[in-house]
């Protein structure tokens, strides 16, 4: 029976947001926490984009190591020969998505004449058929592994221009087909019906990517991925951490991974990738909140500080004779449950200015040594720099992380723009 898997988009669709960001550190931890939490992979950038390749190979590299490991790390590209040739240029990369609109709107709002839809339109002229065609099969030849093609605005893409574009992706050698509501048009039934016609008529594995501008982005997300399994190929539902995305965000993953295995439609009838750990939710949502500086709203799904929590008489009463009675799900299921810990006394913490005494003491309480003062000067150099990139006190995975991988750490944090 097909499967319901997880892409996360937060390190591409999160990052590229209006006033949203990550420093490259943040962004590699971001991929850390989601392969120990079990997601299936991570969109974790732009490969072409100067300013990301020392992380993007990085991190391709922690993959080589076992570090990043099963995860799928792929890029995020568009359909232009020669971005595409640029993100393979460091032989590294393995899996990409491809994209390019597929919207009468967009087609003509964007490319104004210059590219048609159909060749029958105006065969002098470029057509989107072909380039997908053309750029799958260049992907392909540099030796990606997986490619998706993306049909950006496909929920205002008519039926049979979508079923010819998927067929045709096909064809052409694409792995996946991603059906792209990129203004969160769809509602849960009109996204099931095209979904599972497509699953039907193409047979390619679909790829839902749900944005929440009417509120509908999870919705969208799992009622998509039901018409894909019912049409009888697996569904990768796109995710962000907290639905950080573009303008009102994407489906958020904690929601999505409690809908597929909670909601009376689909526990128990469609199966989620069985390593999706959602004990890591908790770590994952507070670090994604801290390093992109936005809170976590009180009443969020399953992570917000009300999540848990109740006070009127009868919903009190209830949940403490039987927890069940007034929650869905259990705390402890998302990783709560333990207290934090805040130091209210003398802190020392790390930071751009710190000298070794108080970089000492800071490894000291994560019970990490150094062999020698070098070693320790040389990690207590990398620290200084990680803070003036992330400008936030660095948490202790992050620490960790500079100690562990200090030669990757440096890669990550060097940027050297181009002349
Ligand atoms: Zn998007």
């Given at each position: 029976m097909p499967k319901i898997y997880i892409v996360d988009v937060t390190n591409r669709d999160g990052v590229q947001t209006s006033r949203?960001?990550?420093?490259?550190?943040?962004?590699?931890?971001?991929?850390?926490?989601?392969?120990?939490?079990?997601?299936?992979?991570?969109?974790?950038?732009?490969?072409?984009?100067?300013?990301?390749?020392?992380?993007?190979?990085?991190?391709?590299?922690?993959?080589e190591l076992g570090v990043l490991q099963p995860i799928r790390l792929s890029g995020w590209c568009p359909m232009r020969k020669e971005e595409i040739r640029d993100s393979f240029k460091s032989g590294k990369l393995k899996n990409v998505n491809l994209s390019i609109s597929t919207s009468h709107l967009m087609t003509e709002g964007k490319f104004s004449g210059r590219i048609v839809?159909?060749?029958e339109e105006n065969p002098a002229v470029p057509n989107l058929l072909d380039i997908m065609a053309s750029n799958v099969h260049l992907a392909k030849s540099l030796g990606?592994?997986?490619?998706?093609?993306?049909?950006?605005?496909?929920?205002?893409?008519?039926?049979?221009?979508?079923?010819?574009?998927?067929?045709?992706?096909r064809e052409a050698g694409a792995d996946r087909f991603r059906y792209c509501d990129t203004l969160g048009y769809d509602d849960p039934f009109t996204i099931y019906r095209r979904v599972r016609m497509l699953a039907e008529e193409?047979?390619?594995?679909?790829?839902?990517?749900?944005?929440?501008?009417?509120?509908?982005?999870?919705?969208?997300?799992?009622?998509?991925?039901?018409?894909?399994?019912?049409?009888?190929?697996?569904?990768?539902?796109?995710?962000?951490?907290?639905?950080?995305g573009e303008r009102a965000g994407n489906a958020d993953l904690v929601s999505v991974i409690l809908a597929v295995k909670k909601a009376s439609g689909?526990?128990?009838?469609?199966?989620?990738?069985?390593?999706v750990d959602l004990t890591k939710a908790w770590k994952i949502a507070?670090?994604?909140?801290?390093?992109?500086?936005?809170?976590?709203?009180?009443?969020?799904?399953?992570?917000?500080?009300?999540?848990?929590?109740?006070?009127?008489?009868?919903?009190?009463?209830?949940?403490?004779?039987?927890r069940r009675n007034y929650e869905l799900y259990d705390f402890e299921e998302l990783g709560r449950g333990e207290p934090e810990v805040i130091d209210t006394g003398r802190q020392i913490?790390?930071?751009?200015?710190?000298?070794?005494?108080?970089?000492?003491?800071?490894?000291?309480?994560?019970?990490?040594?150094?062999h020698s003062d070098k070693e320790a000067n040389d990690i207590l150099e990398l620290v200084r720099y990680a803070n003036v990139h992330t400008q936030k006190p660095l948490v202790d995975d992050e620490l960790r992380f500079i100690a562990k991988y200090p030669e990757l750490a440096r890669r990550i944090m060097t940027m050297t723009p181009l002349r």
């Open positions: 949203l960001g990550l420093a490259k550190l943040e962004k590699t931890m971001i991929n850390m926490y989601l392969n120990e939490m079990g997601i299936h992979q991570s969109e974790f950038g732009f490969p072409y984009t100067h300013h990301e390749k020392n992380y993007i190979e990085a991190n391709l590299e922690l993959a839809r159909n060749p990606a592994e997986i490619v998706g093609v993306n049909a950006e605005d496909a929920s205002r893409t008519d039926d049979e221009f979508l079923v010819r574009f998927a067929r045709q992706a193409v047979g390619l594995p679909i790829e839902l990517h749900c944005h929440n501008d009417l509120g509908l982005g999870v919705a969208c997300s799992v009622a998509g991925a039901q018409g894909a399994i019912d049409g009888g190929v697996d569904a990768y539902i796109n995710t962000a951490i907290n639905s950080m689909l526990a128990g009838k469609y199966l989620l990738d069985e390593r507070k670090y994604a909140s801290y390093a992109f500086g936005v809170p976590i709203p009180i009443n969020q799904v399953g992570v917000g500080a009300n999540a848990f929590a109740h006070e009127s008489g009868i919903h009190a009463d209830g949940a403490l004779k039987d913490t790390a930071g751009e200015y710190s000298g070794i005494k108080g970089f000492r003491n800071v490894y000291d309480q994560l019970e990490i040594e150094f």
